[in-house]
Antibody, heavy 120, light 109 residues
Framework: EVQLVESGGVVVQPGGSLRLSCAAS????????MHWVRQAPGKGLEWVSL????????YYADSVKGRFTISRDNSKNSLYLQMNSLRTEDTALYYC?????????????WGQGTLVTVSS | EIVLTQSPGTLSLSPGERATLSCRAS???????LAWYQQKPGQAPRLLIY???SRATGIPDRFSGSGSGTDFTLTISRLEPEDFAVYYC??????????FGGGTKVEIK
């Protein structure tokens, strides 16, 4: 059974930093591109970032480019999102999601999300 | 960036009725790289359809997707009580950025 478990979400002040983690199990982690997708309270879904199976390619939404860094450790079956210079508009539930295939980037499995609140 | 516009914003229907949800793209979606998701309150999204018309594993056949180019449709042939939720379309064309539509809420009439 595929499982994705996010952690690391907390309340942080504007300008602060945070690192999210996602622990994956139930599939061959290093075969798949992985993503972060977020959802602000009461709003729709927004794709944030992706990382290729080997970490060699990364892409970001314009809204986070230059502030967020995605990474992975295939030896630990883990995905990360380093979030710097946080803004109030980054407040959201952050989901880790698995690509259905490569290079087709739909999301066939999602975690339950970790809540990031940026507030003074 | 491809902008996806979903309509209607809210669809009020009764169990047993047919639901037709629309997703229109601002430019052609390459290779019909379009997916549909269902999200219930307090839950993560669930993949329903990918490649515009392929059902994901375990999805009942009352859900079907169609369309190509810039116009796509999700049809629920007969609404079950558990189908009342928010539905999102998503395009995943040849390169990022990946974008979602704003969602359609299917509510009980």
């Amino acid at each position: 059974e595929v499982q994705l478990v996010e952690s690391g979400g907390v309340v942080v002040q504007p300008g602060g930093s945070l690192r999210l983690s996602c622990a994956a199990s139930g599939f061959t982690f290093d075969d798949y591109t992985m993503h972060w997708v977020r959802q602000a309270p009461g709003k729709g879904l927004e794709w944030v970032s992706l990382i290729s199976w080997d970490g060699g390619s990364t892409y970001y939404a314009d809204s986070v480019k230059g502030r967020f860094t995605i990474s992975r450790d295939n030896s630990k079956n883990s995905l990360y999102l380093q979030m710097n210079s946080l803004r109030t508009e980054d407040t959201a539930l952050y989901y880790c999601a698995k690509s259905g295939g490569d290079p087709v980037y739909y999301f066939d499995y999602w975690g339950q999300g970790t809540l990031v609140t940026v507030s003074s | 960036e491809i902008v996806l516009t979903q309509s209607p914003g809210t669809l009020s229907l009764s169990p047993g009725e047919r639901a037709t949800l629309s997703c229109r793209a601002s430019q052609s979606v390459s290779s019909s790289y379009l997916a549909w998701y269902q999200q219930k309150p307090g839950q993560a999204p669930r993949l329903l359809i990918y490649g515009a018309s392929s059902r994901a594993t375990g999805i009942p056949d009352r859900f079907s997707g169609s369309g190509s180019g810039t116009d796509f449709t999700l049809t629920i042939s007969r609404l079950e009580p558990e189908d009342f939720a928010v539905y999102y379309c998503q395009q995943y064309g040849s390169s990022p950025p990946i974008t979602f539509g704003g969602g359609t809420k299917v509510e009980i009439k």
